[in-house]
């Protein structure tokens, strides 16, 4: 079965530091792999989609099919990058999202 | 300004009553989607549809029915409320279906009690 796992659920860095928001995936086929972002008070939206192989914010993900990941990273955290962030496998009519992870960046 | 528009923001409802969650797109974009966010659950598909006239089931459909009867409008009724309904949902649209991103409107937070 489909399915997408974000071990963490929250996670804590400071400003100026590297973060990683790890992402795992199960999937046979070749994955449509997504990543969302949520922040304060705003609506769900399109951060960055493996396909592209896009830079985006600053932020990349990297799509490794050896181990079924899908981090996203960053090298220098923002204050602005506090946000939860949601893992997503597109497949069929459906996309399956990860459990998020909250990410705050400490000033 | 282009979207998805839901309404209501928010609602609390007795158990048992019926309810409707409206969501209207104006982009024009074939796909709708239902889903809730629950803490720890992350987002689950409720019900979809792939054009107007079309619906599917998703990963939670039971206690849950939609209808597509146009492209702009995708309605998500609760024949008879019950606490685990207790949610916040989220209509998306897509110009196609499974491997486009989707757009979200600003949800529905759902109190069923």
């Known amino acids: 079965a489909q399915r997408v796992t974000q071990p963490e659920k929250l996670l804590s860095v400071f400003k100026g530091a590297p973060v990683e928001l790890k992402c795992n995936y199960s999937?046979?086929?070749?994955?449509?792999l997504f990543w969302y972002v949520q922040y304060s008070r705003q609506r769900l939206q399109l951060l960055l989609r493996h396909i592209s192989r896009e830079s985006i914010k600053g932020f990349t993900a990297d799509l490794n099919k050896g181990e079924t990941s899908f981090h996203l990273k960053k090298p220098f955290a923002q204050e602005e990058d506090s946000a939860m962030y949601y893992c997503a496998l597109g497949w069929a009519n459906n996309l399956f999202f990860g459990t998020g992870t909250r990410l705050t960046v400490i000033p | 300004i282009a979207g998805i528009t839901q309404a209501p923001t928010s609602q609390i409802l007795a158990a048992g009553r019926r309810m409707t969650l409206r969501c209207t797109q104006d982009m024009r974009h074939n796909a709708m989607y239902w889903y809730r966010q629950d803490l720890g659950l992350g987002l689950r598909l409720i019900h979809y549809?792939?054009?107007?006239?079309?619906?599917g089931k998703g990963e939670v459909p039971d206690g849950y029915s939609v209808s597509r009867a146009n492209t702009d409008d995708f309605p998500l009724t609760l024949a008879s409320a019950v606490p685990s309904q207790t949610s916040v949902y989220f209509c998306?649209?897509?110009?196609?279906?499974?491997?486009?991103?989707?757009?979200f409107g600003n949800g529905t937070r759902l109190t069923v009690t």
């Open positions: 549809s792939n054009t107007a006239g079309t619906t």
């Open positions: 998306a649209s897509s110009d196609r279906t499974g491997d486009s991103p989707l757009h």
């Open positions: 999937y046979s086929g070749s994955p449509e």
